[in-house]
């Protein structure tokens, strides 16, 4: 059993830039939700996908888009950075009818 | 955002000691989920708890859910010195928005000295 994976480990980007980061979720998984995770605290949800669609949202704005694809990867889009989107984004897979939900390593994102 | 939260903030034990740890919130919630993160990783989940006044255990790990449906325990006996990271709680919560959100604790810090 494949748990779930993201790409890349590690970016650095400057103010104004966008940003993709990819997620693989754990086989046999339908659902994705992306979260992100500042230094010292906890993730704070901030979409997922279930189905292809977007299944809820967070409290983010709308530079932060997603996608979800047939075999249910994930996409999390940043638009214009900023330095405040620095942290570690975390992809976290499960089925659509439970709430456990299993987590990636990880994205650090860098914003200078 | 909205975080549950946990108690103590940290702490430094030596191995061998019992370490307990808890969760609380001012709503209730129906599942309550105990992760384990190491520095610069994801959160591992060690326990998933789905019924008030279950108790679950891992090996060293026993986890409750609170009779009130707003409070968690984590217990670790014997600890050794590879529990060292950052505990959190977590769970869906019952008010608006997406139905499978997690929201998290504030985390627990612990260290344990050889």
């Known amino acids: 059993e494949t748990g779930v994976t993201q790409s890349p480990t590690h970016l650095i980007k400057t103010r104004g830039q966008q940003v993709t980061l990819r997620c693989s979720s754990q086989s046999g998984h339908n659902t994705v939700s992306w979260y992100q995770q500042a230094l010292g605290q906890g993730p704070q949800f901030i979409f997922q996908y279930y189905r292809e669609e977007e299944n809820g949202r967070g409290n983010f704005p709308p530079r932060f888009s997603g996608l979800q694809f047939p075999n249910y990867s994930s996409e999390l889009n940043v638009n214009a950075l900023e330095l405040d989107d620095s942290a570690l984004y975390l992809c976290?897979?499960?089925?659509?009818?439970?709430?456990?939900?299993?987590f990636g390593p990880g994205t650090r994102l860098l914003v200078l | 955002g909205q975080q549950l939260n946990q108690s103590p903030q940290s702490m430094f034990i030596q191995e061998g000691e019992d370490v307990s740890m808890n969760c609380t919130s001012s709503s209730i919630f129906n599942t309550w989920l105990w992760y384990k993160q190491d520095p610069g990783e994801g959160p591992v989940l060690l326990i998933a708890l789905y019924k008030a006044g279950e108790l679950t255990s891992n090996g060293r790990l026993t986890a409750q859910f609170g009779i009130t449906r707003k409070d968690s325990f984590l217990n670790i006996s014997a600890s050794i010195p590879s529990d060292v990271g950052i505990y959190f709680c977590?769970?869906?919560?019952?008010?608006?928005?997406?139905?499978?959100?997690?929201?998290f604790g504030t985390g627990t810090l612990l260290a344990v000295q050889p």
């Open positions: 976290a897979s499960s089925t659509g009818t439970e709430e456990t939900q299993y």
């Open positions: 977590a769970g869906p919560p019952l008010w608006g928005g997406a139905t499978n959100k997690l929201i």
